[in-house]
């Protein structure tokens, strides 16, 4: 199994020190991913509902350091962990200055990169960077992918869709993963399955959280929809890349009543959870260790690389080994 966790983006641990003592931190105990969330701005009220929390409200309070900006940054200051947007909401930012950025960061990070994507969820953001209309924004997404794997690998290119043309045009240097950075899909609904096996090099949905319990059975159900609309897509399931996020968001409240929450309690609880899902494909777990400050932030990490990693060591099923 291979585990990620989370950057701070906005509070007070979104600092350079913060971001960079976190980073280098999970580096140095063998962390395989570094993620990064994405808002840009943050309406003074909003009546977008937040999936991710049971109230449907977000918690951010308006403070948000840009994704690329901390990606550029960590990439300069470490040399083995992968630089996950996770995930980036494509139709925010102008597809072609985005595949430049994409390729610039896997060049000068010696290919860490990892594009994980959304179509995003706060209406309000999308009306303040004049991005393309919310209610389209899964086509949007979709163009979007094909115009960066279009210039990621192609020059000169030209591109006619829906939403975007370019002619003739020259983006270089390509990014050095190839064929290009992988691109992981977030979310777990029927759309983000299909963008997955049509686009994806990787689902990354999220779950283990009271508005989104995700448990393994769950997961199952819908790995087995996303294999069937991958192989209907003439595209081999086995090469995806199953990455799991538990934020952990609603500490305090359980998936069913009187149920455990996934990834909860003591160590060996935690490390048969990560075993459960090991077993039914999953490749990568990514958690949430902020907490109030960097040292919080850092000793939860720590413990979590002490007590429960060992744990798990190789015991794990032979599927989840291959990755």
Same mark, same amino acid.
């Given at each position: 199994? !291979? ?47 937040y ?5 449907? $409200? ?11 900006? @901390?990606?550029g ?6 040399? !083995?962990?992968r630089?996950v947007?996770?995930?980036l909401?494509l139709?925010?930012?102008n597809p072609?200055?985005?595949a ?17 994507v959304?179509?995003?969820?706060? $209406? ?20 979007? @992918? ?7 690998? !192609?020059s ?12 003739? +045009? ?15 899909v ?6 983000a399955?299909? *963008? ?5 090099d ?32 003439? !595209? ?5 890349? +199953? ?6 968001y609603?500490?305090?409240i ?5 149920a455990? *929450? ?5 160590a ?6 990560? *075993?459960?899902?090991?077993? +039914?494909?999953v490749?990568?777990l990514?958690?949430?260790?902020r ?6 932030? +850092?000793e *939860? ?14 015991s ?8």
């Amino acid at each position: 199994m !291979r585990y990620g966790f989370y950057l701070p983006t906005r509070g007070p641990t979104a600092t350079r020190d913060g971001v960079l003592a976190l980073a280098r931190e999970g580096e140095r105990l063998g962390l395989h991913s570094a993620m990064v969330a994405d808002h840009i701005v943050f309406p003074v009220k909003s009546e977008s509902a937040y999936p991710y929390t049971v109230d449907r $409200k977000h918690p951010g309070g308006g403070d948000a350091l840009e994704t690329f900006s @901390i990606l550029g940054v960590v990439a300069g200051a470490t040399e !083995r962990l992968r630089l996950v947007s996770s995930v980036l909401v494509l139709p925010y930012r102008n597809p072609v200055l985005t595949a430049k950025m994409v390729a610039s960061l896997d060049v000068l990070s010696g290919g860490r990169v990892t594009l994980g994507v959304g179509v995003g969820w706060l $209406k309000e953001e999308f009306e303040a960077l004049d991005s393309p209309d919310f209610d389209k924004r899964g086509a949007v997404t979709d163009e979007w @992918i094909a115009i960066f794997k279009q210039l990621w690998t !192609r020059s000169p290119a030209s591109f006619t869709g829906q939403f975007y043309n370019y002619a003739d +045009i020259r983006c270089e240097p390509f990014p050095q993963q190839k064929p290009h950075p992988p691109i992981w899909v977030g979310g777990h609904s029927h759309a983000a399955l299909r *963008r997955t096996a049509r686009h994806g090099d990787g689902w990354h949905p999220v779950g283990a959280i009271a508005a989104s319990p995700l448990p393994p059975e769950e997961m199952v159900m819908h790995l087995e929809t996303l294999k069937r609309l991958t192989e209907a897509e003439g !595209r081999d399931f086995g090469a995806l890349t +199953i990455s799991y996020k538990a934020p952990l968001y609603d500490t305090g409240i359980p998936d069913r009543e009187g149920a455990r *929450r996934s990834f909860s309690g003591g160590a060996p609880e935690i490390a048969d959870d990560i *075993r459960s899902f090991a077993a +039914i494909g999953v490749h990568e777990l990514i958690f949430d260790f902020r907490g109030e400050s960097t040292a919080q932030s +850092i000793e *939860r990490l720590q413990r979590f690389a002490a007590e429960v990693m060992p744990l798990v060591g190789n015991s794990l099923p032979e599927r989840s080994r291959k990755r």
